[in-house]
């Protein structure tokens, strides 16, 4: 009887020592897509600081073009090898107000919406997140990922980061990205180099590259570029250029 009662309090002893089993936590499908959320906004975010340094690979619409047309001309180049002229050209072509928000124009948005169209809305942070990260086209779900990257982009990137990134990936031919190659393309010269009247023909050809020449420009975009020309003035004047200026 006492051997036993021995065995049994062996076994009770042996019982206590063991731990408890672990369940494993079941991951339900809720939880599944909370979790890569997560991770892809950490990922996002972690590319966006990225190119606040480092220049961004060739863009998803490069590559089509250059899958079409076999070759595209495009080199990147600094601010600092970059005419401040066409900084100030760009800027007074497509975003007079770019050193007053925060990614999104509201005034321009308004007259946008008064007069039945999104032409003239979108500022250049919002540009340069279409063209580096998403893709070319009108459909919700780009507008709707490009209004959610573009104050993430204006928080990590300075002013001049933005307007240089810029600079370096729009198109102003056929197949010629960035000013750089643009330059080169039409005028035979480096970025560096480039005259008032060329940065702002070179600015009047942005809304429709392959429609239109900066080196042989019809009367209408000699007229765009004469007024492109005297808004490059004001703002360098009334300082709506320092934001992105040494």
């Not at 928000?101 to 039945?116: K, P, S, V, Y």
């Not at 709707?144 to 573009?150: F, Y």
Request: proline residues 5%.
């Amino acid at each position: 009887m006492r051997r036993r009662t021995g065995r049994y309090s062996w076994a009770m002893a042996r019982a206590r020592k063991s731990p408890p089993s672990r369940v494993r936590p079941r991951w339900t499908p809720t939880a599944w897509l909370l979790r890569w959320s997560v991770v892809a906004v950490l990922i996002v975010l972690g590319v966006i600081a990225l190119h606040r340094e480092v220049a961004p690979p060739k863009t998803y619409y490069m590559g089509q073009e250059e899958r079409r047309l076999g070759r595209i001309a495009h080199d990147w180049v600094p601010m600092a090898q970059i005419a401040p002229v066409m900084a100030r050209s760009l800027v007074a072509a497509e975003d007079a107000n770019f050193c007053q928000h925060w990614g999104f124009d509201m005034a321009a948005i308004r007259t946008a919406i008064a007069e039945g169209s999104g032409r003239g809305a979108s500022t250049l942070s919002q540009q340069v997140v279409k063209n580096v990260y998403l893709w070319h086209g009108r459909n919700w779900a780009r507008k709707a990922l490009e209004a959610s990257i573009t104050p993430v982009v204006e928080t990590l990137w300075s002013k001049r980061r933005i307007i240089e990134v810029y600079l370096n990936v729009a198109e102003f031919d056929e197949g010629v990205f960035g000013v750089e190659a643009a330059a080169r393309h039409y005028f035979g010269v480096s970025a560096a180099d480039l005259s008032a009247t060329q940065a702002a023909r070179l600015a009047a050809v942005l809304p429709d590259p392959k429609g239109r020449s900066a080196s042989k420009p019809s009367q209408a975009l000699r007229n765009r570029a004469a007024g492109i020309l005297d808004g490059a003035a004001t703002i360098d004047r009334d300082g709506r250029a320092t934001c992105f200026e040494d």
